[in-house]
């Protein structure tokens, strides 16, 4: 249905949905979104929740995922995700895009935008993605300051800070981490780059009570393990964070190459989205009929007739 219709949007703010898909037993499946149209078809295959992922968001931009992207930009995407989906959106929050009062200045703008939860990272800039080498974290008193900051700043907004400190700190040092953060006022912690199932488990055992993100993202440093199994080792919550757009750009790289190849997209019909299918998973037909129950020619019947 359209999302204009204001019978058809969520009254509860973005932040509480989240908190109540969480209270529910078993973990909270959320796949990673690029863009409105991704954000639907997962909508369709069932999931409740989405993740946009700055890897995945700056990629879509052709833009390297090194913290060098507005929080007005992100807002952007956030809007596009919320909106064409009505979902929950997990937002990666990168580094907070700056110390404390930037912080703030990001919570308040992704609620705005219509953000669920956000996470927030314990490196340096130029921050890197988690599974990359040679990453420079921050002090850890200074994450806990942005982290008290976002939890000050936020009116619904569900918090949870990641830490980067597994592959220099081992798995004491990010629980040591991770405790201070819960402690400045993260609502759930995300270990980063963890990459073997013992490490998984150890980091659950440290912070029983303490709800925890996975994930798990291809070609990095995590095995793959499935969401059934991350919940059977403590996990809350999992996302795939480019999985969407690292699938559609490998379609869009094969659909280029034919048309250069072939002179036209003819070959690579039987690969498309058909329009029939493209109409209904935006609702173009429900627009259209909302458009003509407002908008109908209304003849006067008071006027002189010449």
């Known amino acids: 249905m359209p999302y204009l219709v204001a019978a058809d949007v969520a009254t509860d703010p973005a932040g509480v949905r989240f908190r109540k898909l969480l209270a529910r037993p078993g973990i909270l499946s959320l796949p990673g979104a690029h863009n409105g149209m991704a954000a639907i078809q997962a ?9 946009l992922s700055g890897a995945a968001m700056t990629a879509s931009m052709g ?5 060098i992207i507005t929080v007005d930009e992100v807002a952007f995407f956030i809007r596009q995700l919320a909106r064409a989906s009505g979902l929950p959106v997990l937002v990666d929050g990168d580094t907070g895009y700056g110390e404390a009062l930037n912080v703030m200045h990001m919570v308040r703008t992704f609620e705005d935008a219509g953000a669920a939860a956000v996470h927030v990272e314990d490196q340096l800039l130029p921050k890197k993605c988690g599974h990359l080498n040679d990453k420079k974290l921050a002090d850890a008193q200074d994450m806990a300051a942005k982290v008290a900051a976002a939890a000050k700043a936020r009116r619904h907004l569900y918090l949870i800070a990641r830490t980067d400190a597994a592959a220099s700190e081992g798995i004491d040092g990010a629980v ?6 819960i402690e400045a006022g993260a609502d759930a912690i995300f270990p980063e780059a963890l990459n073997t199932a013992e490490m998984f488990r150890a980091f659950a055992k440290a912070l029983p009570g303490v709800p925890l993100l996975a994930n798990m993202t291809e070609f990095g440093k995590t095995p793959f393990f499935t969401a059934s199994e991350f919940e059977a080792m403590g996990y809350k919550m999992v996302i795939w964070p480019v999985s969407s757009l690292r699938v559609a750009n490998k379609a869009q790289e094969r659909l280029y190459a034919a048309m250069a190849r072939d002179g036209g997209a003819h ?4 690969r498309m989205q058909t329009r029939a299918e493209l109409y209904a998973a935006i609702g173009l037909h429900d627009y259209e009929a909302l458009d003509a129950s407002i908008v109908q020619t209304i003849i006067p019947t008071d006027m002189p007739q010449g």
Do not use: I, Q, S, T
């Not at 833009?63 to 913290?67: F, I, K, N, S």
């Not at 070959?267 to 039987?270: C, K, R």
């Open 43 to 51: 909508r369709n295959a069932g999931f409740e929740g989405l993740y």
């Open 267 to 270: 070959n690579m019909v039987e």
């Open 63 to 67: 833009l390297p995922d090194l913290g």
């Open 176 to 181: 040591a981490r991770a405790r201070l953060y």
